[in-house]
């Protein structure tokens, strides 16, 4: 808890036109941590997310990076900081292997030519460090891998950069049960080498299983960034769905501001969400 | 990263049972198999079965008619058959990109037509007009087949701007400069072949030998190995393949997708401008009729070589390979005395085929994830 949080967000404020979708949002994120980021649809999971990657530019509020306020205006930004950020449609090449997707538009080259074998074995000694033992070659075409075996190319693609922050966007919202446990196993993983993992997702068992502190989201404030291991299952779903459980949470006149404020764009900040979650 | 004998380098047969599960543990990390990329790429892609299907051809029609295999018969081949390499090389890079140009045949007439005005205009002599430029030397040649090659350059460059920045699909954009090609290769010379190029060019590079090879394979099959080499070993043909895949993926790593195809398209372009000034040089004039389905040779050669019309697959070699089949049939056809059209019905046939079995391992592909 002494730590200074490798990344932290101070009084985030995001509008699209006259809709506000973050209002003064509080997020930390510690290395060595996984922090779930949970919200219902339109909460504003995914804005915040890309306000992180320098998709969309902050209104106001602080972004501050290992303690020093940093400006990020694009995902090179961010990149350049240690911040990566895996989507929900992953974006992988399927007719490339895994190499060559992990090193897409990052390509290792000696003169003008590749060098694959030095790519082959960072590529190979990310996967090792990861415990990553379900790929049988590194020079298999992504097309012939599952759902699960795409996520972990992609995460590893996300931690080859020494990256610092790894965002991963419901990363087992299309797997099934085995496949889900081994990327909730890669996830604890990459926390446990030091990295700091925000993981946004809707399953309450995942977040449980993996998360070390748990921030909601309600109507685009934060509600509470807790430890997970002082809520209850219960705690969190109240918080998702009311903004506030017990002493936790929004005060009840936040709450009341936060639904009226946001009661007429309702509908509006829902699909807002949305489409961003389509992006 | 252990080689793990001779079982490493085969990789699954397209439609096999997938390789293990992950819940069923795999293998430990140090036992991850590593295939050199290109073995890996070529037994996934029909290149290796087209090759085969080449040797065969090559075979059968030594063993029916000895003279086939004989050093004027595969010269004549060769040198037929080096202009649409490069078209088809041109061809290779534009269908990874998942694009298409079928403008290439217009654009290698239009080149070779500016190409020989150029020549006639630079090198004419006032006093025998008729004679045109047959006379005058290299620096003509050359600055004639300079101008030959940006001519293709830029109608490259338009259906890459036309694809890339305006959003037109490749099939229109490409379709629409072939007929402006066309037009103004008509317009130029007012329909009739321009004659009279230097004969420096045409005796050297037109019918010109190195050590009983033409100048002109000489020089497809030198730009051919350079374009191959590119597609393979470099970032630029890495990020063709990534274009072709996924070009969301490619744009969202910071790769610059429009520039990049720009870029594709105009190299097509340009090697259509190289195959135009061959062309000019191996019948000493311009064949404005002639190349109309060159555009759909190189399509055929590219699809019967592995390339996916999808994008994201397809290799130098196999097209250049593709190439080769159709071209064999044909000599081979009129060696052993069987009307050469049959050429066209076998090698339609096969390209069919050649498809239906892409479609059937990109069945298999997502069916067994």
Redesign the interface.
């Known amino acids: 808890m002494t730590a200074t949080p490798i990344l932290e967000m101070r009084g985030i404020d995001k509008s699209f036109g006259p809709v506000q979708v973050l209002r003064q949002v509080d997020f930390t994120a510690n290395a060595g941590e996984v922090t779930a980021l949970v919200g219902d649809n339109g909460a504003g999971k995914s804005t915040l997310v890309k306000c992180v990657g320098g998709i969309y530019p902050i209104d106001s509020g602080d972004y501050l990076f290992d303690g020093k306020p940093v400006t990020v205006h694009s995902?090179?930004d961010a990149s350049s900081l240690g911040v990566e950020i895996v989507?929900q449609d992953l974006?992988?090449?399927?007719?490339?292997?895994i190499v060559?997707n992990m090193f897409?538009?990052?390509?290792r080259?000696r003169g003008?030519?590749?060098d694959?074998p030095t790519m082959?074995?960072m590529a190979?000694e990310t996967?090792?460090r990861l415990?990553?033992?379900?790929?049988?070659?590194?020079?298999?075409?992504v097309?012939?891998?599952?759902?699960?075996?795409r996520q972990t190319v992609a995460i590893a693609k996300a931690v080859l950069w020494n990256s610092k922050v790894v965002i991963l966007d419901e990363p087992t919202a299309a797997l099934g049960v085995?496949?889900t446990a081994?990327v909730l196993e890669l996830v604890r993983q990459l926390a446990d080498n030091g990295l700091a993992v925000v993981l946004i997702s809707h399953n309450m068992n995942d977040v449980f299983a993996v998360a070390d502190q748990i921030a909601c989201l309600y109507l685009g404030r934060m509600a509470a960034q807790v430890k997970a291991t002082d809520v209850t299952y219960s705690q969190v779903v109240e918080l998702i769905t009311a903004g506030r459980s017990g002493d936790l949470g929004l005060q009840a006149a936040a709450v009341a501001a936060a639904g009226n404020g946001n009661g007429s764009h309702d509908a509006g900040v829902t699909d807002l969400g949305d489409m961003n979650g389509a992006q | 990263?252990t080689e793990t004998g001779t079982e490493?380098a085969t990789?699954p047969p397209a439609g096999a049972p997938?390789?293990?599960?992950?819940?069923t543990?795999?293998?430990?990390?140090?036992g991850?198999?590593?295939?050199?990329?290109a073995v890996?790429r070529l037994a996934?892609t029909n290149t290796f079965w087209i090759f085969l299907v080449l040797v065969a051809l090559v075979v059968f029609f030594g063993a029916m008619q000895p003279n086939f295999i004989s050093a004027v018969s595969l010269r004549s081949l060769a040198a037929d058959t080096a202009p649409l390499l490069l078209i088809a090389v041109g061809m290779t890079y534009v269908i990874i990109s998942a694009g298409i140009d079928l403008s290439v045949g217009s654009v290698l007439i239009f080149s070779g037509v500016i190409a020989a005005k150029t020549m006639l205009w630079l090198g004419g002599d006032g006093a025998h007009p008729d004679a045109g430029a047959t006379s005058a030397g290299w620096t003509v040649t050359l600055a004639g087949c300079l101008a030959g090659m940006l001519g293709g350059l830029a109608w490259g460059l338009l259906n890459g701007f036309m694809v890339a920045r305006m959003k037109i699909p490749a099939l229109i954009a490409t379709l629409g400069t072939l007929g402006m090609a066309l037009g103004a290769t008509y317009l130029i010379t007012g329909g009739t072949d321009v004659r009279g190029i230097p004969l420096n060019f045409a005796r050297t590079v037109g019918f010109g030998l190195v050590a009983g090879v033409p100048w002109l394979v000489i020089i497809a099959v030198l730009v051919t190995v350079l374009l191959g080499?590119v597609l393979a070993?470099?970032?630029f043909g890495?990020?063709t393949?990534?274009i072709?895949?996924?070009a969301?993926?490619?744009r969202?790593?910071?790769?610059r997708v429009d520039r990049h195809l720009i870029k594709v398209y105009g190299i097509s372009g340009l090697l259509a401008g190289i195959a135009g000034c061959l062309s000019l040089a191996h019948f000493t004039t311009t064949t404005i009729s002639g190349h109309t389905a060159d555009n759909l040779s190189a399509i055929a050669a590219v699809v019967l070589g592995g390339a996916?019309l999808f994008?994201?697959?397809g290799t130098v070699t196999g097209s250049a390979v593709g190439l080769l089949v159709p071209a064999v049939l044909q000599s081979g056809f009129v060696t052993i005395q069987v009307n050469p059209y049959w050429q066209y019905l076998a090698v339609g046939a096969v390209l069919v085929l050649a498809v239906y079995v892409d479609q059937l391992r990109r069945k298999a592909?997502?069916a067994?994830?």
């Open positions: 995902p090179r989507y974006a992988l090449c399927e007719n490339l292997d060559q897409l538009g990052r390509e080259t003008i030519v590749l694959e082959e074995k190979s996967l090792d415990s990553v033992r379900t790929v049988k070659s590194i020079r298999q075409l097309a012939s891998l599952s759902g699960g075996q085995a496949q081994q | 990263m490493a990789p997938q390789p293990s599960r992950p819940d543990g795999g293998e430990p990390g140090r991850r198999r590593v295939l050199p990329p890996a996934y080499v070993a470099t970032r890495s990020h393949y990534a072709g895949s996924n969301e993926a490619a969202r790593v910071g790769i996916s994008g994201g697959s592909r997502s067994g994830r």
